[in-house]
């Protein structure tokens, strides 16, 4: 008897030591506050920060449509949305991110009306440069390969995109009849602004795509998403995170796991912390989206959990616009399921924070 206690007292401590630190945000003063509409509710929107605005791309679309491909502009001092071009070629699930005050979208899926890929999910390989201050758009050397659903970074002036999705070799994506596509991708490629060439980089560990991310002290954090496949409901979510250092183009030892492994929803980093809101879990028997706001803190290597969205959303569009946190729109439940009008919504809300954290 005496033993197995003692076995017992091993166990309940190996388990506690493996635990990670997770703390609760005590700020009474951490709260939704509503901000203007978002005048096309849809999902598969991804956010961006430039000029000191907010920038909303993208957009699923649904009915057979091409991809939305929108591109809205919000201004906070006037609190007033207002439509730039959009994506020359629409797509959607594209990757994006800002560098110098221009945001460059990589890949992506297109939705053709006719041939190969009509089902919604063709995989492609443009990349853009948007100007926000010109509203115009100016082709970029192509990705070396077709993607849809990876995620970009910047890092020293340098683009680094990762993971994603792409058709099975010497297939369409009609081979899965419709669902997208199955091959999930590690691959890591470096995109220079300034010379407009591509160069290939140290794989991701965990391949994945849907995947959360964001920087912090030169380092590139891949958290979450999607794995086993594209788009079906046999794809699993994972909690992994993972951190890249670009400088020496190496992968570190897995970092603390999300608190719910998710994928799908919207990410954004302020003050040496990325922020992992709403996101959808979807399996043979159930199809949902999450209201969780989480932060991970790489330094202390632990997340914070923050009050909830104000609803249960994925593919929500998220930036930080100083210290305000802004979430946009997004389906209100998980994608797989008919994409029936009133499922996205026009909410867009607001929580500011702390300038020297959240606690």
């Known amino acids: 008897m005496k033993r197995v206690c003692i076995s017992l007292a091993v166990v309940l401590a190996t388990a506690l030591a493996g635990r990670q630190a997770v703390i609760h945000a005590q700020n009474p003063n951490l709260r939704w506050v509503k901000a203007a509409p978002f005048p096309e509710p849809e999902e598969e929107l991804y956010g961006a920060t430039a000029n000191g605005k907010m920038y909303v791309i993208g957009g699923f679309a649904s009915g057979g449509k091409p991809a939305a491909a929108m591109v809205y502009e919000y201004d906070p001092a006037a609190d007033k949305w207002t439509k730039k071009k959009s994506i020359p070629v629409p797509?959607?699930?594209?990757?994006?991110?800002?560098l110098n005050g221009k945001i460059y979208v990589f890949g992506?899926?297109?939705?053709?009306?006719t041939g190969p890929g009509a089902g919604g999910w063709a995989p492609v390989d443009n990349a853009w440069e948007f100007d926000p201050v010109a509203d115009s758009w100016k082709a970029l050397a192509p990705m070396p390969g077709k993607r849809c659903s990876a995620i970009a970074e910047n890092v020293n002036g340098k683009i680094y995109v990762l993971g994603g999705a792409t058709t099975m070799d010497n297939t369409t994506d009609t081979a899965f009849n419709g669902q997208g596509p199955a091959r999930v991708l590690g691959t890591n490629q470096m995109y220079d602004p300034a010379t407009n060439t591509w160069a290939n980089k140290s794989p991701m560990p965990t391949g994945r795509n849907h995947a959360f991310s964001?920087?912090?002290n030169g380092k590139i954090y891949v958290i979450g998403g999607r794995i086993g496949h594209g788009f079906v409901t046999t794809s699993s979510n994972t909690d992994v995170v993972e951190e890249y250092d670009p400088a020496r183009d190496t992968w570190g030892v897995a970092k603390a796991r999300m608190l719910t492994p998710r994928s799908g929803g919207g990410w954004a980093t302020y003050n040496g912390k990325i922020?992992?809101?709403?996101?959808e879990i979807q399996n043979e028997r159930y199809n949902a989206?999450?209201?969780?706001?989480?932060?991970?803190d790489?330094?202390?290597?632990?997340?914070?959990?923050l009050p909830s969205l104000p609803g249960a959303v994925h593919g929500n569009a998220v930036a930080f616009i100083g210290n305000k946190f802004h979430t946009v729109s997004g389906k209100m439940e998980g994608g797989g399921l008919p994409d029936l009008p009133g499922k996205a919504t026009a909410d867009h809300s607001v929580m500011e924070m702390p300038t020297g954290g959240t606690q």
Do not use: F, K, M
């Open 91 to 98: 797509v959607h699930h594209q990757a994006q991110t800002v």
């Open 108 to 113: 992506g899926c297109e939705r053709p009306l």
């Open 214 to 216: 964001g920087v912090v």
């Open 275 to 279: 922020y992992v809101s709403g996101g």
């Open 289 to 296: 989206a999450y209201r969780s706001l989480d932060a991970y």
């Open 298 to 305: 790489p330094v202390a290597n632990r997340w914070e959990i």
